[in-house]
T-cell receptor, first 115, second 114 residues
Framework: DAGVIQSPRHEVTEMGQEVTLRCKPISGHDYLFWYRQTMMRGLELLIY????????DSGMPEDRFSAKMPNASFSTLKIQPSEPRDSAVYFC?????????????FGEGSRLTVL | EDKVVQSPLSLVVHEGDTVTLNCSYE??????LLWYKQEKKAPTFLFML????IEKKSGRLSSILDKKELSSILNITATQTGDSAIYLCAVERASGGGADGLTFGKGTHLIIQP
């Protein structure tokens, strides 16, 4: 299995621009998570999906952030408009169905720099 | 709000030393505690602990959970330079309809000097 695939690996953009991060989870995993990692705050859960349905988006910082999962093999995290404080590494992770949700499989992350 | 606190935040030791990393947590409806190792890229899974007092072991790494003290330790014996990484502790909460995502601590940055 190829693992969780994220793109782009690196993104540098200017303040105010729209940013779209993409994720392909491991086939057969019913849960998909978006995390953000910074030095100051560590790894923070932004949102997670179960069977393509958003379950908990309480970690999404502001209305500028939105996430979708149109099908079982694809999810996007969008920031519009982006701000310098959004600079971070954004990880997508997936896990199996209930009973195995403890073990997350992470993608390699998308490093976002907003100038 | 769930909380996971790791200590120390950073640690520098020499190759061959033994290290103990700590994790304490506050979470409602605790389901499990997990340890991850993060080198340059994605965190990779080490252990999942659900029962108190049962040690999990993998080579030179071992971990144990103390539900009474709401804490866990991760031990690494005979450290090697390849053990240098950020070690992340996370707790999983079980809620009504299913499990929530993990809450992570900020990690312990471990550096092993040759």
């Amino acid at each position: 299995d190829a693992g969780v695939i994220q793109s782009p690996r690196h993104e540098v953009t200017e303040m105010g621009q729209e940013v779209t991060l993409r994720c392909k989870p491991i086939s057969g995993h019913d849960y998909l998570f978006w995390y953000r990692q910074t030095m100051m705050r560590g790894l923070e859960l932004l949102i997670y999906f179960n069977n393509n349905v958003p379950i908990d988006d309480s970690g999404m910082p502001e209305d500028r952030f939105s996430a979708k999962m149109p099908n079982a093999s694809f999810s996007t995290l969008k920031i519009q408009p982006s701000e310098p404080r959004d600079s971070a590494v954004y990880f997508c992770a997936s896990s199996l169905t209930l009973g195995h949700t403890g073990e997350l499989f992470f993608g390699e992350g998308s490093r976002l720099t907003v100038l | 709000e769930d909380k996971v606190v790791q200590s120390p935040l950073s640690l520098v030791v020499h190759e061959g030393d033994t290290v103990t990393l700590n994790c304490s947590y506050e979470v409602t409806n605790f389901r499990s505690l997990l340890w991850y190792k993060q080198e340059k890229k994605a965190p990779t899974f080490l252990f999942m602990l659900t029962s108190s007092g049962i040690e999990k072991k993998s080579g030179r790494l071992s971990s144990i959970l103390d539900k009474k003290e709401l804490s866990s330790i991760l031990n690494i014996t005979a450290t090697q330079t390849g053990d240098s990484a950020i070690y992340l502790c996370a707790v999983e909460r079980a809620s009504g309809g299913g499990a929530d995502g993990l809450t992570f601590g900020k990690g312990t940055h471990l550096i092993i000097q040759p």
